[in-house]
């Protein structure tokens, strides 16, 4: 290091200083100074500035005579005698960037995929969602005609009802039905709109308003301050998919509830033969996880006074959760964690308002429904609370629970066994929700220790995404400020003013060559350098001009200086933005 000092300190009298905000001193007497003098005192500050422009070089050229050799040291010109010894070429070699102590606060060489991105896997499935959530219809499909026109951007999301362009498809509520992903004009947002045909009979606009006034007016973990009316206190929980409007529109009743991109119903994700109503036995760890996620939403929905009734295969959307591998895993022990939310809620509150029934028993419904869910995902069959109980006499449930039951028992724990017993036993009535959550609360460790390491991959992934959102930052503001053609004229924007080192900083940070010249596309020089960059660090940097005439020796943060203040000038010089009426 003190060779370096030394080798710069005689590459010329009279070189230029740069300082940040100054420019370049013309003072012949100062540049002397900085020359002889400062060298001495940059051992003891770490900071020194020398700049060798093609002047000094002229003016040097009798007192170095045809002795003179430029060195280059990673694309970098340095300017010795021609009796400096070997060993001090080679020293000068391997320090790339002068500093006072180069091993002080070595830090390893960042990636591409550690710092600045979510892992491969994780991007490409976001990717798949971003490029779901923005697939359109054709213009001239006739399904267009069906959406209202508040909303726009509309993709059929039912396979079956793509094909036919008449909502004839009848859906499990009894109605044609037609489900879209549309984008709202008013905020911008996705939602996921269900249009139902054929049930202006049974409902109307004060149906609506009362079912709307059931599932909007309970404040569940919400502040009753929020703005926004019944919307921001809306029922809200992390296992029901959010509902938030009934409206009737074109002769239809309308649904509005949340979007979840890449979601899938438990019927396709685990019964997905369509020829028949048969999948495969889940095992029992992967019915726990669901199990314990479907009771936390039951139990919400029953503590706010309401009933779910729509706890079915195909009304239960399935997306993933945490790192694995593929949707689907080669063996049946490794069904990945997914994450469960109830939809559909307050459809059939809509639908079947004239129903008289007390809310306790609809509660109970729920649980003969919950029952069921349970049996499907054991036996690999689906199994609704119509197949055991609707037009079957009390003998006739018993033996079609026990031809059920009997394989459980084989299969899966006493425990499980009894769960799914007790919850579709025809004789007695089903136990509430809050003594299915009381009996399960040792399996609920299980789910919290899964979320907390979903968590913590998420958290992983938001760190990378942070570093990238910094490095974009800074690489825009270098975009904003490098080589502007409408200031080349202007001093503080030409090759000689205090932005002139930005751009040498752009080529030391992405045009970096090696000695044949060849690009050296190093991914962890572009992002340390960014990241001291962006800290302000001390570290000392040799700068050198495409022609190798101009050599600087800066800090990153003399550099940070520069760009801070080049870019604060050119947005207080900018053009507003015209403001879009």
Known sequence: M???EDTVGKLSLNAKEWRPGLGFSSNSETSRQVSAGSMTSAGSSGRW??????????????????????IDVNGTHYFSTALQSQQQQQQQQQTTVPNQNPHRH???????????????????????????????????DNRHRAVPPSFCRAFCLEPDAAVSSSH??????????????????SDGNLYALRRIDSAMKCVNHAICQSVMQQWLSNPVGLDKNQPGGGIAGAFDHPGVVRFYKCFLSQRAVFFLHHYHAGAVT???????????????????SFIWSCLTQLVSAILAVHSSDLAVRTLQLNHILCTRE????ASASSSLYSIPKVRLRINCIGIVDVLEFETRKTLEELQGEDMRALGCLLLSMTTGTEVSVSDVYRNNSLQQQIMILNQY????????????????ETLLNPNVAPPPIRAIAANMAVRVFEEMDGVHS??????????????????LRLMLKLAFVNERPEFGIDQRWSESGDCYILKLFRDFVFHQADGAGRPAMDLGHVISSLNKLDAADEENIVLTSRDGKNVLVVSYADVAFCLEKAYQELCSNAVPHPVVQ
Request: hydrophobic share 30%; glycine share 8%.
């Open 266 to 284: 438990l019927k396709e994700r685990f019964f997905s033969n369509k020829d028949s109503r048969s999948g495969i036995p889940l095992p029992e």
């Open 168 to 185: 004839t498809i009848r859906s499990s509520f009894g109605y044609p039905t037609i489900l879209f992903r549309v984008t709202s004009t």
């Open 454 to 471: 979903a968590v913590d991959g998420m958290h992983d992934a938001l760190m990378g995404l942070y570093e990238s959102g910094r490095a």
């Open 106 to 140: 070595r830090l390893p060489r960042s990636t591409l995929r550690t710092s600045l991105s979510l892992p491969l896997e994780e991007y490409h499935y976001y990717r798949e969602l971003s490029l779901q959530s923005q697939t359109e219809m054709n213009p001239d």
């Open 2 to 4: 003190d060779e370096l």
């Open 322 to 325: 945490g790192c694995f591998g």
């Open 49 to 70: 500035n020398v700049v060798v422009g093609e002047e000094d070089r002229s003016n040097s050229q009798s007192s170095w005579g045809d002795s003179s050799q430029a």
């Open 405 to 420: 039951l009997g394989f459980v028992r084989q299969n899966y724990s006493r425990d499980l066994h009894s769960l799914i």
